[in-house]
């Protein structure tokens, strides 16, 4: 059994998406899936049957679609994996600066 992330939303933008863990995440095509955004619904499914890493790059990755997939910038299901897996390498080479990226909070900042 693995263990599921202990994150249930995650804001971006303007939008509160709500996160949930079961066990089958599939696509359109009944295809396995380790996650996936629903913007009608605000919702990113993540598949809890993977190790806790694939659990946290998926998050990530739906979290990118999120971000990019708004109609700003033009990108596709490829892109946005090559761009998961290398900003996934970034934060894993330089924690001390995501750890003071999120240490520092002017007052007009809100709490994690």
Do not use: W
């Not at 990113?44 to 990755?61: F, R, T």
């Amino acid at each position: 059994m693995n263990v599921k992330l202990d994150i249930k939303e995650i804001k971006s933008g303007c939008t509160f998406y709500k996160v949930e863990y079961p066990e089958e995440v599939k696509d359109e095509k009944n295809k396995d899936l380790f996650g996936r955004v629903f913007f009608d619904k605000d919702s990113i499914l993540i598949c809890s049957k993977y190790p806790y890493q694939e659990q946290l790059k998926a998050l990530l990755h739906e979290c990118i679609h999120t971000i990019l997939d708004n109609g700003v910038i033009d990108v596709d299901e490829n892109e946005i994996r090559l761009f998961t897996n290398l900003l996934h390498l970034f934060i894993m080479d330089n924690p001390k600066l995501f750890k003071l990226l999120i240490e520092y909070r002017g007052e007009d900042n809100a709490e994690i």
